[in-house]
């Protein structure tokens, strides 16, 4: 039994996503009812910009890491989804009676577990889901280091500690 079905359109899309970003990473939310998914929401990862280091999102000391980053290592170390687009999707969310299910990124040189960078942002955001009435979502890895044959995992990030989530195409 899976801890979330996942349609082999949307699979699909998630490796149609990874690549059309490959080299930076991609990012996003999977929502659905149930354990079904049922909607992909991309969502912009501000690391692989100019001027992400300006974000306000992040603190003094990421700052200071990341804007002696050229912008491809930066997407190559990490993401950080946009604040609004995230707020967007959410509310649309809400609006259509789905739950967000998955937070979800590519690695396009990387095998599909998280890195210690992705451990720590889950860490961070552990409390803020309950905060914003959301439940603790999967993360959801999209590897190309096989660029002919990605490789799609899942995993709990609870309290640092990463457990493998069992995800199965409908
Ligand atoms: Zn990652």
């Known amino acids: 039994?899976?801890?979330?079905?996942?349609?082999?359109?949307?699979?699909?899309?998630?490796?149609?996503?990874?690549?059309?970003?490959?080299?930076?990473?991609?990012?996003?939310?999977?929502?659905?009812?149930g354990q079904t998914v049922s909607r992909v929401y991309r969502i912009k990862n501000i690391v692989s910009l100019e001027g992400a280091a300006d974000a306000a999102a992040f603190d003094e000391a990421k700052v200071q890491h990341l804007s002696r980053l050229t912008p491809d290592e930066r997407a190559e170390i990490?993401?950080?989804?946009?604040?609004?687009?995230?707020?967007?999707?959410?509310?649309?969310?809400?609006?259509?009676?789905?739950?967000?299910?998955v937070v979800y990124h590519s690695h396009p040189h990387d095998p599909a577990r998280p890195s210690v960078t992705d451990i720590k942002i889950a860490d961070d955001w552990e409390e803020n889901w309950a905060r914003l009435n959301l439940t603790?979502?999967?993360?959801?890895?999209?590897?190309?280091?096989?660029?002919?044959?990605?490789?799609?995992?899942?995993?709990?990030?609870?309290?640092?500690?990463?457990?493998?989530?069992?995800?199965?195409?409908?």
């Open 1 to 33: 039994m899976a801890d979330l079905v996942i349609p082999q359109p949307i699979l699909d899309e998630l490796v149609a996503h990874a690549r059309a970003l490959d080299p930076y990473e991609c990012c996003g939310f999977l929502a659905g009812t």
């Open 78 to 101: 990490a993401f950080i989804m946009d604040a609004q687009e995230m707020f967007h999707a959410v509310k649309d969310m809400r609006k259509n009676g789905l739950t967000l299910q």
């Open 136 to 170: 603790l979502p999967i993360y959801l890895l999209i590897s190309l280091k096989d660029k002919t044959c990605p490789d799609i995992r899942a995993y709990w990030i609870k309290k640092g500690a990463v457990t493998p989530a069992r995800i199965g195409p409908a």
